[in-house]
């Protein structure tokens, strides 16, 4: 069978098998989910074998076997999927997003930065709620797991099985219990500190939808799919009254901060505020036109907040029992609601994948958190490493902030970028998308030369070390254009497999490339010369890189390997292996020691460079798939593109620790937290990147709040002296 056969066969199977599965029930959800996140990792450009489809599938589990996580500096992305909760901490500072996408995500509130993404989840997760302190997150999943998750640096400190799939969790107002509410219609009690199971309430029928602590601690609300409301004694359990009135499945249900009023919302459309003593609702909004899906009072309680599949929230005056505003909501419906702590903001999720911030006096939009819709394939920071490049298949080129994450140009391509790569001053910028290459101008972003490649996709390019000549490779050929006007010089090579990656020796005279051919091959640039043929991948060949001093050429194979070569002889010195699907990229830190890969699965691998032995895994918030990967010009960072949308740079933990100089001078503060220590920097300047060191080799990259704080937690085990340092980027060190 061809390979592009068999791709299909794969795709089409898992395709009916999907739209079987959610055929049966709406509990199926999940398994549409799994379907379609499977029918993506299997829908790759053609030319896979089937045998590496069979690896794909296979592999998928090890993504719940957390090595590391990358310390990441910036992260540009958002949900895959709709977001179906939305929690603020107690102090504002911080929102949190869960979705069917099977993730969790931390955003800081001011900004829309995305902080941190939990993830490893099996499916969907359905509900979030803060402790009182904020210090942690409580989380229930389509999976059948309750997690508690440390927020600072994303630890998982328990997980524990519930009877069915977790539609709604809750937090009372002391922290010492946990609610859960479950698709086969459980209510049950955890204790929160170790996830203890404490009692299951009696008298509920169909799936729990909502639950909520009273603000008083004495009572439990749930809102089910029989249309009722059930409210239990905590101190005992017992149930002390079902009310009635919903016409359909209870959605959402919210205490007023006196605990003597109860919100609830319903698919059949309408918002109820009952009083909780007597049971009896006095209150009946229907200003919507379809299912409510959330509602929320704010802290104060002056105001009440529904999201709705309509597409609308809308905010109420509590008080005078009148409506306020009506807020446009999302294309995919309203989902999930949230105020501020401090009420002048609301929060929703939608069907759309977005996550809207609205301010609650006149109903502007404050913040939009959405991902970029499509994958990006490309990364490269300018030689001073102020900007990273990105391109993606929404035809876009975006220039970044490299420290920040700002992004502060997007160019159009008009086709899918697939490569970009600056020009050694940084002035121009080279990119690949489909049949043509281009040169740009970084400082206004004009279009300079559009390099026609003749109606063959451009697969790769590589930018010499003096800026004067542009490399393309395609299917057959290897061009050479020259940048300063962008005519062709002349073929460096015809009749290559694929020519899938290259790259430039550091002195210019060598260009490597990988080919679909299984092979290495180095051409003598002046005289286009084939030096030599490098053997010994067994299938393509999808990334290069010379060591810094150009002594050695790393490749990237899908066969899952890197091997490192001898220049001068083309010498196999080292195979290195670990990587469980297609490698994708690899790259040589700027001081020669280290050696990163990103394949597939998400994980990227670091390897010493002098002996191949690992170093690290990072697999962790690293994605699904990665398609490129960068260090820094001075090494310090790691960017890398993933197919979910999304753009992050991280801290390289092999980096030299900066040289601080008089930046060192600044205010920390430590404590001891059991076996680590919380260094926190104080009175820096607001978000900032910031290098902390410990005891002159381990280092964290942070970026100072609003507040000019910065923070980061290290192990203490052997509870002596440590020596903590911390530079503001900003000031150049």
Same mark, same amino acid.
């Given at each position: 069978?061809?390979?592009?056969?068999?791709?299909?066969?794969?795709?089409?199977?898992?395709?009916?098998?999907?739209?079987?599965?959610?055929?049966?029930?709406?509990?199926?959800?999940?398994?549409?989910?799994?379907?379609?996140?499977?029918?993506?990792?299997?829908?790759?450009?053609?030319?896979?074998?089937?045998?590496?489809?069979?690896?794909?599938?296979?592999?998928?589990?090890?993504?719940?076997?957390?090595?590391?996580?990358?310390?990441?500096?910036?992260?540009?992305?958002?949900?895959?999927?709709? !977001?179906?909760?939305?929690?603020? *901490? #107690?102090? @504002?500072?911080? /929102? $949190?997003?869960?979705?069917? +996408?099977?993730? =969790? %995500? &931390?955003?800081?509130?001011?900004?829309?930065?995305?902080?941190?993404?939990?993830?490893?989840?099996?499916?969907?997760?359905?509900?979030?709620?803060?402790?009182?302190?904020?210090?942690?997150?409580?989380?229930?999943?389509?999976?059948?797991?309750?997690?508690?998750?440390?927020?600072?640096?994303?630890?998982?400190?328990?997980?524990?099985?519930?009877?069915?799939?977790?539609?709604?969790?809750?937090?009372?107002?002391?922290?010492?219990?946990?609610?859960?509410?479950?698709?086969?219609?459980?209510?049950?009690?955890?204790?929160?500190?170790?996830?203890?199971?404490?009692?299951?309430?009696?008298?509920?029928?169909?799936? !729990?939808?909502?639950?909520?602590? *009273? #603000?008083? @601690?004495?009572? /439990? $609300?749930?809102?089910?799919? +029989?249309?009722? =409301? %059930? &409210?239990?004694?905590?101190?005992?359990?017992?149930?002390?009254?079902?009310?009635?009135?919903?016409?359909?499945?209870?959605?959402?249900?919210?205490?007023?901060?006196?605990?003597?009023?109860?919100?609830?919302?319903?698919?059949?459309?309408?918002?109820?505020?009952?009083?909780?003593?007597?049971?009896?609702?006095?209150?009946?909004?229907?200003?919507?036109?379809?299912?409510?899906?959330?509602?929320?009072?704010?802290?104060?309680?002056?105001?009440?907040?529904?999201?709705?599949?309509?597409?609308?929230?809308?905010?109420?005056?509590?008080?005078?029992?009148?409506?306020?505003?009506?807020?446009?909501?999302?294309?995919?419906?309203?989902?999930?609601?949230?105020?501020?702590?401090?009420?002048?903001?609301?929060?929703?999720?939608?069907?759309?994948?977005?996550?809207?911030?609205?301010?609650?006096?006149?109903?502007?939009?404050?913040?939009?958190?959405?991902?970029?819709?499509?994958?990006?394939?490309?990364?490269?920071?300018?030689?001073?490493?102020?900007?990273?490049?990105?391109?993606?298949?929404?035809?876009?080129?975006?220039?970044?902030?490299?420290?920040?994450?700002?992004?502060?140009?997007?160019?159009?391509?008009?086709?899918?970028?697939?490569?970009?790569?600056?020009?050694?001053?940084?002035?121009?910028?080279?990119?690949?998308?489909?049949?043509?290459?281009?040169?740009?101008?970084?400082?206004?972003?004009?279009?300079?030369?559009?390099?026609?490649?003749?109606?063959?996709?451009?697969?790769?390019?590589?930018?010499?070390?003096?800026?004067?000549?542009?490399?393309?490779?395609?299917?057959?050929?290897?061009?050479?254009?020259?940048?300063?006007?962008?005519?062709?010089?002349?073929?460096?090579?015809?009749?290559?497999?694929?020519?899938?990656?290259?790259?430039?020796?550091?002195?210019?005279?060598?260009?490597?490339?990988?080919?679909?051919?299984?092979?290495?091959?180095?051409?003598?640039?002046?005289?286009?010369?084939?030096?030599?043929?490098?053997?010994?991948?067994?299938?393509?060949?999808?990334?290069?890189?010379?060591?810094?001093?150009?002594?050695?050429?790393?490749?990237?194979?899908?066969?899952?390997?890197?091997?490192?070569?001898?220049?001068?002889?083309?010498?196999?010195?080292?195979?290195?292996?670990?990587?469980?699907?297609?490698?994708?990229?690899?790259?040589?830190?700027?001081?020669?020691?280290?050696?990163?890969?990103?394949?597939?699965?998400?994980?990227?691998?670091?390897?010493?460079?002098?002996?191949?032995?690992?170093?690290?895994?990072?697999?962790?918030?690293?994605?699904?798939?990665?398609?490129?990967?960068?260090?820094?010009?001075?090494?310090?960072?790691?960017?890398?593109?993933?197919?979910?949308?999304?753009?992050?740079?991280?801290?390289?933990?092999?980096?030299?620790?900066?040289?601080?100089?008089?930046?060192?001078?600044?205010?920390?503060?430590?404590?001891?937290?059991?076996?680590?220590?919380?260094?926190?920097?104080?009175?820096?300047?607001?978000?900032?990147?910031?290098?902390?060191?410990?005891?002159?080799?381990?280092?964290?990259?942070?970026?100072?709040?609003?507040?000019?704080?910065?923070?980061?937690?290290?192990?203490?085990?052997?509870?002596?002296?440590?020596?903590?340092?911390?530079?503001?980027?900003?000031?150049?060190?």
């Amino acid at each position: 069978m061809h390979p592009r056969n068999a791709a299909a066969a794969w795709r089409f199977f898992i395709l009916i098998w999907g739209f079987a599965m959610l055929r049966k029930s709406e509990a199926n959800r999940r398994i549409y989910v799994m379907h379609r996140r499977v029918y993506r990792i299997l829908n790759w450009r053609a030319g896979m074998a089937t045998a590496s489809m069979v690896v794909g599938l296979v592999v998928w589990p090890v993504f719940a076997a957390a090595q590391n996580r990358p310390d990441i500096g910036w992260i540009a992305a958002g949900h895959e999927d709709d !977001v179906v909760s939305i929690a603020y *901490s #107690p102090d @504002g500072e911080t /929102l $949190a997003t869960a979705s069917y +996408d099977f993730t =969790i %995500k &931390l955003w800081r509130a001011s900004d829309g930065a995305l902080i941190r993404t939990l993830g490893r989840f099996t499916s969907g997760v359905f509900s979030i709620a803060f402790m009182p302190d904020g210090q942690t997150l409580v989380s229930g999943s389509f999976d059948e797991t309750l997690r508690l998750y440390r927020v600072f640096d994303g630890e998982l400190l328990w997980s524990v099985r519930d009877s069915d799939q977790v539609l709604c969790v809750a937090v009372s107002s002391d922290g010492a219990l946990i609610a859960s509410g479950t698709s086969d219609g459980t209510v049950s009690l955890w204790r929160s500190s170790d996830g203890q199971f404490l009692r299951a309430l009696p008298g509920n029928v169909g799936h !729990v939808r909502s639950v909520a602590f *009273s #603000p008083d @601690g004495n009572l /439990l $609300a749930a809102g089910s799919d +029989d249309n009722f =409301i %059930k &409210l239990w004694s905590i101190p005992d359990g017992a149930l002390l009254g079902k009310w009635s009135g919903h016409t359909d499945s209870v959605t959402s249900v919210a205490f007023l901060r006196n605990s003597r009023v109860l919100a609830s919302g319903s698919r059949d459309a309408s918002v109820r505020l009952w009083n909780v003593r007597t049971g009896i609702a006095f209150w009946t909004i229907r200003e919507h036109t379809d299912d409510v899906r959330s509602v929320a009072f704010s802290r104060d309680g002056r105001m009440l907040a529904s999201a709705s599949e309509d597409g609308s929230v809308r905010l109420y005056d509590v008080e005078q029992q009148a409506p306020l505003l009506r807020l446009p909501g999302h294309s995919g419906g309203a989902l999930a609601v949230a105020f501020a702590p401090n009420g002048r903001t609301v929060a929703s999720g939608g069907g759309d994948s977005s996550v809207s911030i609205w301010r609650t006096s006149d109903g502007g939009l404050v913040l939009s958190l959405s991902r970029n819709r499509l994958p990006f394939n490309a990364v490269a920071f300018s030689p001073d490493g102020r900007l990273l490049a990105s391109g993606d298949e929404s035809d876009a080129i975006r220039l970044w902030d490299a420290q920040q994450g700002t992004r502060l140009r997007v160019m159009s391509a008009g086709r899918n970028v697939d490569a970009v790569e600056f020009s050694p001053n940084g002035r121009l910028l080279a990119t690949a998308q489909s049949t043509t290459a281009a040169i740009w101008r970084v400082a206004d972003g004009a279009l300079l030369h559009s390099l026609n490649n003749r109606d063959n996709d451009v697969y790769s390019i590589a930018m010499s070390p003096d800026g004067r000549t542009l490399a393309t490779g395609d299917q057959t050929i290897i061009r050479l254009w020259r940048t300063r006007n962008g005519h062709e010089k002349h073929p460096l090579a015809r009749r290559i497999d694929g020519a899938r990656a290259l790259a430039f020796s550091p002195d210019g005279r060598i260009l490597a490339a990988g080919t679909g051919g299984r092979e290495v091959l180095l051409w003598r640039v002046s005289d286009r010369t084939l030096l030599r043929t490098l053997q010994g991948h067994t299938t393509d060949v999808a990334s290069v890189a010379f060591s810094p001093d150009g002594q050695t050429l790393a490749s990237g194979s899908w066969d899952r390997t890197v091997r490192l070569w001898r220049v001068a002889d083309g010498t196999l010195l080292h195979t290195l292996t670990g990587h469980a699907m297609f490698l994708a990229s690899v790259a040589y830190s700027p001081d020669g020691t280290t050696v990163a890969s990103a394949d597939w699965s998400g994980f990227v691998k670091f390897w010493r460079a002098s002996d191949g032995e690992p170093l690290a895994t990072w697999d962790e918030e690293t994605g699904p798939r990665i398609n490129a990967l960068r260090f820094s010009p001075d090494g310090r960072a790691v960017a890398y593109a993933r197919e979910d949308a999304t753009v992050a740079v991280a801290m390289n933990p092999y980096a030299d620790p900066p040289d601080c100089g008089q930046n060192a001078e600044l205010s920390i503060r430590c404590r001891r937290d059991g076996r680590k220590v919380v260094a926190t920097l104080e009175s820096a300047t607001p978000q900032t990147q910031v290098i902390f060191t410990i005891d002159g080799g381990q280092t964290a990259l942070r970026r100072t709040g609003r507040n000019g704080k910065a923070q980061v937690k290290y192990a203490d085990q052997e509870r002596g002296p440590h020596v903590v340092r911390a530079c503001a980027l900003e000031s150049g060190c």
